[in-house]
């Protein structure tokens, strides 16, 4: 009836049994084994469904891939383990916990930060030490510290319901009891951008920084994400940082160990050349060998921009390329994958620099188009928390925020890797580059040709106000039936844990469409 094995899949497969009362079974067929697509396929095949994940890659992964190099073992992609509440609930939707599959470490100190002119600041994870970090740095910003985290913690809870969790297809979703009664509030901080929402609480330009870098990870800037994203540096400060021990990847690790187990099939090596429809109603897809896959359901992994523009014929485009050009793209990067040789006690697994001049930085990554000369700049040391690297060596990956939709040749990659250790030499003290044992650069042009990536971003469409909550890109397809979109383009947004609730968004919506 339909191509039942594409691909170099190998694992072996479960039959997955309809669950209880389940609605009926189709099959449908996951474009992409990133995150938001092994998450999606384990919640569908738990569902009774015959789910079968197309992936272009010969591992599963998507962004958060892994690669060894000379006994090095480098994450492609996230690094930060946030939002732990969200793993607990997902793993709890699976029949299964965290603690089944991920042994987290909470991280002391949690991290450090660098600054061009001023002494590093450690953030140790426990509120009452970091606000007296606070308090020596500007008198009164200890209490101020207390008082934003008390707000921040209060907003995660609210936002975790009314607006993570939600598929905004009526009203009547988000607006209920709790969002009505902190509506004003909630109002004014989506209304307010982050920086000016934080300089209510500290004036030190040290200490903004501090609360305002978590923007990044949203793919905007402080000066334009609404204040509502402050609850994202209140986590750091009021659970901890914690690491899954074996590397974020360990995280897909587990999704793909949960699919097997409930009878996912995977085909790798796979990549999906087109979306099939006919009179509305998606039939499958179209693999790049020629191969056709029918299915009743096609939830698409891949870029959600590569999906409408590429995949789909142009009068099954929900959003073509005219409704890309009105909006913003989250920044691209270069990042620098490093094996250095001898110990880096300068570094904690999580490292930050942070320039003096922080809003021309972001003006110019999303304003001027430019790359940085001084940029603020991330670094992880998996090697502090983990077996990531030989023996007396470190194991260092280097991120660096660039402009979305530049091209960059590899003579100007070689140009800015080199600018950017220059500049970590030059305000840690640690020379990287004279230290390295194995090295590769990953492009800002890398996004694109690897993942499909619009406007070459690393992250999908940013947080700015416009593209949050229900303005975001709903996750299924205004013109054919039956076709559904997951991942870091769609509700809730980017991250690990937005597409772990975004997994169970799509499958919510797939079973009650099929109840209808």
């Known amino acids: 009836r339909y191509q039942e094995d594409a691909g170099t899949g190998t694992d072996k497969q479960k039959t997955a049994f309809p669950r209880k009362g389940a609605d009926r079974v189709m099959k449908i067929v996951i474009i992409g084994a990133g995150i938001g697509g092994l998450a999606t396929a384990n919640l ?49 939707l699976v029949g299964s916990s965290t603690k089944d599959h991920l ?56 936002s975790l319901g009314a607006f993570l969790y939600q598929n905004f297809t009526a009203p009547s979703e988000f607006i209920n009891r709790t969002t009505l009664r902190h509506g004003a509030q909630m109002l004014d901080m ?130 073509p390329e005219t409704y890309w050009q009105k909006r913003q793209p989250s920044p691209s990067a270069l990042l620098i994958f490093l094996g250095i040789k001898g110990k880096i006690p300068e570094f904690e697994h999580h490292t930050l620099l942070f320039v003096d001049d922080w809003k021309k930085n972001f003006a110019d990554i999303y304003d001027n188009a430019t790359a940085p000369k001084n940029a603020s700049l991330y670094i992880s040391k998996t090697s502090a928390s983990d077996t990531t690297a030989p023996k007396g060596h470190e194991n260092i990956f280097v991120l660096v925020p660039l402009p979305a939709g530049k091209h960059f040749t590899k003579k100007q990659t070689e140009t800015l890797a080199a600018r950017y250790l220059a500049q970590i030499k030059r305000t840690t003290g640690v020379d990287l580059a004279a230290r390295t044992v194995t090295r590769r650069l990953f492009s800002p042009n890398d996004f694109g040709t690897t993942y499909n990536s619009w406007q070459n971003s690393m992250l999908g469409p940013s947080h700015i106000l416009a593209q949050s909550a229900f303005f975001r890109t709903p996750n299924k397809s205004k013109r054919v039936k039956n076709l559904y979109y997951v991942g870091a383009g769609t509700v809730p947004g980017v991250g690990v844990p937005m597409c772990l609730i975004g997994a169970e968004l799509v499958q919510q919506r797939i079973a009650k469409d099929l109840r209808t």
């Not at 207390?146 to 609210?158: C, I």
């Not at 099939?276 to 056709?292: C, F, P, S, Y």
């Not at 896959?293 to 789909?312: F, M, P």
């Open 44 to 92: 569908l095949a738990q569902d009774g469904h015959d789910v079968h994940v197309y992936e272009q890659a010969k591992t599963p992964g998507g962004r958060a891939g892994q690669f060894k190099s000379k006994g090095f073992t480098f994450d492609t992609g996230p690094s930060w383990y946030l939002m732990p509440d969200v793993f607990d609930r997902y793993f709890k």
């Open 103 to 158: 042994t987290l470490k909470k991280l002391s100190p949690a991290y450090k930060v660098y600054y061009e002119t001023h002494a590093p600041i450690t953030i140790t994870g426990n509120s009452k030490k970091d606000a007296q970090t606070f308090e020596a740095i500007e008198p009164g910003a200890g209490v101020a510290l207390k008082k934003y985290l008390a707000v921040s913690e209060k907003l995660y809870r609210l």
């Open 190 to 319: 989506a209304i307010t951008p982050l920086h000016r929402y934080i300089r209510r609480y500290v004036r030190s330009p040290r200490l903004q920084q501090l609360l305002e870098y978590p923007a990044v990870f949203l793919g905007t800037s402080p000066y334009k994400a609404p204040a509502l994203y402050s609850l994202m540096s209140a986590l750091d400060f009021t659970e901890g940082v914690f690491y899954p021990v074996g590397t974020m990847h360990s995280v897909v690790t587990a999704l793909h160990t949960i699919g097997v187990e409930k009878g996912v099939h995977y085909h790798f090596n796979a990549p999906v050349q087109s979306i099939e429809t006919a009179d509305g109603n998606v039939t499958g897809i179209t693999l790049t060998d020629g191969t056709t896959v029918l299915a009743d359901i096609v939830v698409s992994n891949a870029d959600l921009h590569h999906t409408e523009t590429k995949l789909l014929q142009y009068a099954d485009q929900s959003y």
